[in-house]
């Protein structure tokens, strides 16, 4: 990272320059955002009192029954996330190649709108979308009852299969956009150097064209993975009793346990964090 | 005997019969104009806005609107889906609400706890239209703090065709054996922890308010075994949509909810292809009393009490249990004749003596609330046991 | 270069030996690459059209079933504004008035959000491109956190925090102060925020600071200088990312729905609400509408970014 070449500003009159047009966003930053989660980080450690609230002593209870009795919660919103960052990998690489590659900047900006047009819906009604075409008698199911290849509906509803659909098709545009941001920039006399040493076309894309775009590749994996593994509304919607995930298990801890609630929401966050530390050790090489 | 006397016993009792039925009809009649004047606001009102907290599809369509109508005030709507749900937002803070409509065990934990306004009944003079039966009950004893809204009991629902289909034709379901061992995994359980943990206790032969927790745990590793074969979803208190849109084929809920759905469906049996039924297995489920209570903190407390007397109109509670297909509190509004004869009729809305004594309440435990929390984490551990 | 796709390119080059096998080898994996860089965006955009189409054209179902088709008709549109809806079906959970209000919730939380973020967001990325002042650093770093830290934490912290603060309140004053619209402002402005800073900023990093230089030469002291010179530039950026903002509050769900209060239900917390119950075929209409609005405002914002992006070159 070698961010640091910019030319020294000139030392201007003030020391504090800026602070004042600072200062308003981080008082609000400072109250609405730092201080709650700073509440929250200190009741994970508290115990748990009448109607679930919070009471002293501390204790590190609630960690323990997170890696406990939630272990398999966490782990399966893990997978979840991942597997859901994997399928818009897969899907989504391709696409944006094709994107970039559309010859006429009308064509590039056409099926780039169609990307994004989607994904200014709300996400609630995109859920629900999805979920008449899920649905037992939903068009699917329909459909392929009517050309004859099934007789029972399938189940696609309240699996977790069905809150990993509904997580690619919700953050499918966050893994496109970055990749196509790195793929337009790529500069394909790469691959003709490739070529005429003798690569063909695979081995000139596993060798130059994606070590190449794995910054886009990486901002697309953290785009999608942290809102998928922290969603609530998703699981809540599709996945029934196999969809259950953190953000679940929060929004219900915090009726009756607000102490494991936030031990919960500290662990998610941890989960979050550490994916931002790959992202910032790996992925932010974009900039130098 | 000669024929005149045959003749005139004969008018006499065509007499005694014509009689009693013309003057039955006027009662009915009488009873009906008398109940069915208009419920009339008190003064003073206009403008006021009340904050209604309520379970969904728990009114009549024109409830509201005609207390907002008769009143001149506006009426917030706010839906939950159990008694823990709402019990742990009033904990918490009371965000506004002004009428809650918390069910018998639930009132004497918010009594106990103090989350409840007493009520000044000589605002509510439609007390008096209230089954004595249903009163001065003991999670709440001389009504002080609640008045009873609706009743009902947690049973099965099930799309006939489809358990037919599953079991086999002319197979009744009878008992919970049949539910928690459903051999399709298409069943949904309300997501509701005392309810659940109560039938189980009960069908492992334990009292439904256990507080020994051996007890406890053998209800939750049993719940566990069934739910992980065949439960695809806990749905908070709506089942029969579940059921309705053909995700599940047996749903553990209220009775009325599946009532709602039943009739909308027999109501259009071509678009619905199918027919929804409702019964409380042999083993016995919980019966409750749902009642009006203000909680404490409530921003307009005159008026949530005025709107509990106008909830207790005979023609209002009526409309009410004509929608919902709830058991009905309100005896004026039975002796009236203005409850659906069909549904009077119907056991499932109104189990009779015999079904009765299977029935169980729950109780609160007021006394020791390790007891309730040991609960919400039972009821936790069998969400996500049942996830894997 | 653009047009030098992958598969577009002509084989070889001045390869110096001919391997037959070698070529036709690979001539098939281009062949295989050309298929699935045409098979894959069909599918993609097939997957991510194909429910709002279902979407949209059930809008105009005749029938109340939202997964059969049974005729054209406009009525759920009709429906939404004259509240004439069936009589004993699933009604209860719906009126007009509850959707105009939830649409007036909806709508005065946007503005409001988005006129304080917009303010603060662009206060914030002036001071951190052209300030240096002690805790700039950190600052920068938790500028961009709400957009990364999971939303629920956010929405749970909040709900937290402001029964707490509540309490306090009415320790002190004696009289309570309650959730509603106010939280919800609050709530969304910590993330729109930082939305509006990371938009300016980008803006801000592109303008040249010779022009405020110059500006400040010819005499103009730094009020006149930021109204007259850096305002005007970095306007396209401010109204870009006062759009970003709105959208965002209009659209979100979570942190609302752990801060609201009563009666101050936004349109997405209500379209939740009735996804919990039955489906009432007017929420495809709803939807549809939203659809509508989304895309026009989408249209505008990049017809705002076309108008800046003229500007620039």
Known sequence: MTSSVQPVTKPTREKSRGIFTALPAAIWLAIFFVLPLLIVFIMSFMSTGRGGRAVMPLTIENYVDVFDRF????????????????????????????ISTRKSAGMRNLSLFLIILPFWTNF??????????????????????????????????????????????????????????????FDFRYVEAAHDLGANDLWAFIRIVFP????????????????????????????????????????????????????????????????????????????? | MNRKLILLNLSIVLLFVLGTTVLAQDATEEAAAEAGAAWTCPDGFQG??????????????????????????????????????????????????????????????????????????????????????????AFDPGNEYSIPYQWGTVGVGYDVNAVAEVLGEGVELTSWE???????????????????????LVYLGFDPNTENMDELQQAVDFLIEAGQK????????????????????????????????????????????????????????????????????????????????????????????????????????????LIDPAYLESTAIYPDAEAMTSLFNLVGFTENFEVEQAYNDAWTDIKIALGQ | MADQA?????????????????????????????????????????????????????????????????????????????????????????????????????????????????????????GLVRGRFPGKKALDAILYLPVVIPEIAQGVSLLVFFGILFDYAESVSGSRVSYGLGTIVIGHVVFCMSYVAIVVRARLADMNPRLEEAARDLGANEWQTFWRVTFPLILPGVVAGALLAFTISLDDFVVTFFVQGVGTSTLPILVYSMLKRRVPPEINAISTLMLLVSTILVGVSLAMQGRNAAKRT
């Open chain 1, 124 to 185: 609630l009604v995109r859920t629900y979308a999805l979920q008449t075409i899920l649905g037992n008698d939903g068009t699917i199911n329909g459909f392929l009852q009517s050309i004859g290849l099934i007789s029972e509906p399938i189940a696609f509803l309240n699996t977790p299969e069905a809150v990993i659909i509904g997580l690619v098709y919700g953050f499918l545009p966050f893994m496109v956009l970055p990749i196509y941001a790195s793929v337009e920039r």
């Open chain 3, 6 to 126: 992958l598969g577009s390119r002509s084989a070889g080059g001045q390869a110096i030996e001919f391997d037959q096998g070698k070529i036709r080898r690979d001539m098939l994996i281009r062949r295989i690459g050309k298929i699935g860089l045409l098979i894959n965006p069909i599918f993609a955009y097939f997957f991510l059209w194909a429910p709002i189409i279902v979407l949209v054209v059930f809008s105009f179902n005749a029938g109340r079933n939202v997964f059969v088709w049974q005729g054209f008709s406009v009525q759920w549109y009709t429906n939404i504004f004259n509240n004439t809806i069936q009589a004993g079906t699933e009604a209860a959970n719906f009126n007009t008035q509850q959707i105009l209000n939830a649409v007036g919730n909806t709508i005065v939380v946007g503005i409001a959000a988005t006129i304080i973020s917009t303010a603060l967001g662009t206060l914030v990325a002036l």
């Open chain 2, 178 to 200: 049949q539910i928690f061992n459903y051999p399709e995994r298409r069943v949904a359980w309300l997501d509701d922890g005392r309810i659940l943990i109560g039938t189980a």
């Open chain 1, 212 to 288: 190449m775009t794995l910054p886009g590749v990486i901002a697309g994996f953290i785009l999608v993975f942290i809102p998928a593994i922290g969603t609530f509304v998703t699981s809540d919607l599709l996945g029934g009793t196999r969809g259950l995930m953190i953000g679940n298990l929060i929004q219900q801890q915090f009726r009756n346990n607000q102490p494991l609630g936030s031990a919960l929401s500290i662990v998610l966050m941890g989960m979050v964090m550490i994916a931002l530390l790959i992202y910032i050790r790996y992925g932010d090489q974009e900039n130098s």
């Open chain 1, 71 to 98: 272990i398999s919660v966490v782990q399966r919103s893990l997978w979840i996330g991942l597997l859901t960052t994997l399928v818009c990998l897969l899907v989504g690489y391709p696409l944006a190649f094709f």
């Open chain 2, 230 to 337: 065949n439960v695809v979803a806990l749905a908070p208190d709506n089942g029969q949509e579940l059921l309705a849109t053909d995700q599940v084929d047996v749903v553990i809920e209220y009775n009325g909810d599946i009532f709602q759905v039943a009739d909308a469906c027999a109501a259009d049996a071509a678009a619905c292809g199918t027919e929804y039924a409702y019964t409380i297995p042999q083993e016995g489920g919980n019966v409750w009393i749902d009642n009006m209570a203000i909680p404490v903190g409530a921003p307009n407390k005159a008026l949530a009490e005025v709107f509990i007397n106008y909830i207790l109109d005979p023609q209002v509670g009526a409309d009410i249990s004509n929608y919902t297909l709830y058991a009905s509190p309100n005896q004026a509004s039975i002796d009236g004749g």
């Open chain 2, 48 to 137: 006021q806005e009340l904050s209604f907290y309520n379970w969904a599809t728990y009114v009549a369509e024109d409830t509201i609107p005609n207390f907002e109508a008769a009143c001149g005030v506006t009426v917030l709507v706010t839906n939950f889906g159990s008694n823990e749900e709402m019990l742990d937002t009033l904990r918490a803070e009371n965000k506004g609400y002004d009428v809650i409509v918390p069910s018998d065990y639930t009132v004497s934990i918010m009594r106990a706890e103090g989350l409840l306004e007493p009520l000044d009944k000589t605002n509510i003079p439609n007390i008096a239209n209230v089954s004595p039966g249903l009163l001065d009950r």
